[in-house]
């Protein structure tokens, strides 16, 4: 199984921007459908990105489109969320997470086999 440690999450002013990072061990990342998720205070867990295990597709909340980008790193074994033109809203923690099936990129939390710990994102107004 894969292990997975988030970081880079910290305090932002809205408008600014945060690369969070997610690093994998155990198992090679490309095995996975690999998304973030968030969740913040009182609220449920929600998507925020996926990449295939190609490396060739993503997917985006609605929400996140055109300002945070996912990517991966082969040879650190490590995934990215470039977040651009953070909002207040965006506060949250993100979590980190592998999808072992085979198919669909998948939106829903409960499809995902394994989590990191979570980073704080906080964006200040």
């Known amino acids: 199984q894969v292990q997975l440690v988030e970081s880079g999450g910290g305090l932002v002013q809205a408008g600014g921007s945060l690369r969070l990072s997610c690093a994998a061990s155990?198992?090679?990342?490309?095995?996975?459908?690999m998304g973030w998720f968030r969740q913040a205070p009182g609220k449920e867990r929600q998507f925020v990105a996926v990449l295939s295990r190609s490396g060739g597709t993503t997917n985006y909340a609605d929400s996140v489109k055109g300002r945070f980008t996912i990517s991966r790193d082969n040879a650190k074994n490590t995934v990215y969320l470039q977040m651009n033109s953070l909002k207040p809203e965006d506060t949250a923690v993100y979590y980190c997470?592998?999808?072992?099936?085979?198919?669909?990129?998948?939106?829903?939390?409960?499809?995902?086999?394994?989590w990191g710990q979570g980073t704080q994102v906080t964006v200040s107004s």
């Open positions: 997470a592998a999808d072992r099936t085979i198919g669909l990129l998948r939106t829903e939390s409960t499809f995902y086999d394994y």
């Open positions: 155990g198992r090679t990342v490309s095995n996975y459908h």
